[in-house]
């Protein structure tokens, strides 16, 4: 089964940068949608970030201004370039993709990703 492959997480001061990737493990499965999730502990999983190979970048107000996602189509890969973190930002993190176009209004929504990753630990310290 095709499973997604996140890098990059670790220990980071508050205030910190952090350069998240994600590829998928095999295959040659073409993902329109990636996104990137995180889940905090003791609290529920959350969205984050969003981008669509035929368009469109979406953001949760949380990391507006701080985090950037990006891709590369070639490498079928997505990253998450994560400035100025902060305590809050502490959870494990997790890549998601679907191969059909989502949405913007479903973009948010973990039930419509069929891909997920294993999650990376993101810490910041105060």
């Known amino acids: 089964q095709v499973q997604l492959v996140e890098t990059g997480g670790g220990l980071v001061q508050a205030g910190g940068s952090l350069r998240l990737s994600c590829s998928p493990s095999e295959g040659t499965l073409r993902y329109d949608t990636m996104g990137w999730f995180r889940q905090a502990p003791g609290k529920e999983r959350e969205w984050v970030s969003t981008?669509?190979?035929?368009?469109?970048?979406y953001y949760a107000d949380s990391v507006k201004g701080r985090f950037t996602i990006s891709r590369d189509n070639a490498k079928n890969t997505v990253y998450l370039q994560m400035n100025s973190l902060k305590p809050d930002d502490t959870a494990i993190y997790y890549c998601?993709?679907?191969?059909?176009?989502?949405?913007?209004?479903?973009?948010?929504?973990?039930?419509?990703?069929?891909?997920w990753g294993q999650g990376t630990q993101v810490t910041v310290s105060s």
């Open positions: 981008t669509r190979r035929s368009g469109g970048t």
């Open positions: 998601a993709a679907a191969v059909n176009r989502l949405i913007t209004s479903s973009v948010e929504n973990q039930q419509m990703y069929r891909y």
